[in-house]
């Protein structure tokens, strides 16, 4: 995985802190634009949020999608809503909301939990701006963005060699209030891509970072800002 086990203790909306003795800083694989902040709290609602959710007087969250990042013939990267994710090295994958605020950036909290620890952690194992569990299961990370054409996005995590199958969880607050809770599958363990080289052997494709953004989400489309 490119990219925190600490207890999760299930919640309704709010967000419970919780010490982070013994947790391991992670790198993640994000995008340019957050402005991160050290992890700092675990959270869990008890069931998905009901949207649209007003967070504050001038914040509602109308929509929340999770997907991943297609990439065109023509190189665009487009955004696909899915709970199926293929087990694919570098697949990137990640959330979208739809936002009516007349804040120019917000602040987001993510909590991604995997069915069994991966093989490694890859590049994020050593970002200060994420954390991983004491039991390597899940990491936790938080920021902030902006607000894109009524849109807030992240697109951080990549699928590598040695992630597990099986049932993922991902959860997301906004300002400090949970707003979705995405469950997706991996249907089976992430092998090594294959590549050829120049003198016909054949190599393990490196651990590779879901592609650095800034993003920007438009009609369904991904693109730089």
């Not at 299930?10 to 802190?17: D, M, S």
């Not at 999608?65 to 990640?94: C, M, N, R, W, Y």
């Not at 569990?133 to 995590?157: C, N, P, T």
């Amino acid at each position: 995985m490119r990219g925190p086990d600490i207890t999760v203790v299930p919640l309704n909306t709010a967000l419970v802190i919780l010490a982070v003795a013994g947790a391991v800083p992670l790198a993640a694989c994000g995008q340019e634009q957050s402005t991160p902040h050290k992890p700092q709290a675990w959270f869990h609602p008890a069931a998905a949020p009901r949207l649209p959710l007003r967070v504050a007087a001038d914040l509602v969250v109308k929509r929340a999608q999770f997907g991943i990042l297609e990439t065109t013939s023509e190189g665009e990267e487009h955004f696909v809503p899915a709970k199926d994710i293929p087990a694919e090295d570098g697949q990137v994958f990640g959330w979208v909301l739809d936002i009516d605020t007349s804040r120019s950036s917000l602040h987001w909290q993510e909590h991604l939990k995997l069915p069994r620890p991966p093989a490694d952690w890859g590049d994020a194992a050593s970002d200060p701006d994420v954390l991983i569990a004491a039991d390597g299961r899940s990491v936790a990370s938080q920021g902030d963005d902006l607000v894109e054409d009524g849109e807030l996005s992240r697109f951080y995590w990549a699928l590598a060699p040695g992630d597990p199958a099986g049932d993922y969880e991902m959860d997301v607050a906004v300002e400090g209030k949970a707003v979705a809770h995405f469950t997706f599958r991996v249907s089976a363990p992430v092998q090594d891509k294959p590549i050829l080289v120049s003198n016909g052997s054949r190599g393990s494709a490196a651990r590779r970072r879901a592609s650095p953004g800034p993003w920007r989400i438009g009609a369904g489309t991904i693109a730089w800002r």
